[in-house]
């Protein structure tokens, strides 16, 4: 049986809906890197470091289990997942649920508590 053609309307017929959205979801989660509350939820969970590494200048409190981290072992969470991103009528709650303010931000440690709070949420 042939295949379905898969139907472009996007880009001059280049990129598929998928391929769209993906664009715009990508685009706009690299913008949020840059989000002021979101750097500032990483500051509010620093103190300066108890390491005896010289080179480690700041560590994170984990808002899961409270321990202490550094900052590569740290990522700053949504509390409310931003959902999907594949139609229009996504982008006004997917865009006000990404760009939220500081308290809707937890730090979380990467290797039990991130990884936890993704596997609630699927």
Do not use: T
Not at 92 to 102: A, I, N, T
């Amino acid at each position: 049986m042939p295949r379905k053609p898969i139907d472009k309307p996007f880009c001059g017929g280049q990129w598929s809906r998928a391929r769209f959205f993906s664009f715009l979801r990508s685009g706009l989660r690299r913008q949020s890197l840059r989000w002021g509350p979101k750097s500032a939820a990483l500051i509010a969970a620093r103190r300066p470091s108890q390491s005896s590494n010289a080179r480690l200048k700041w560590e994170y409190k984990c808002a899961g289990c409270g321990e202490w981290f550094a900052g590569k072992d740290v990522a700053v969470h949504h509390k409310v997942d931003c959902g999907p991103l594949k139609a229009f009528s996504d982008l006004p709650g997917f865009v006000e649920r990404l760009f939220c303010e500081v308290e809707w931000f937890d730090v979380l440690c990467n290797d039990k508590c991130h990884k936890a709070r993704h596997k609630e949420s699927k």
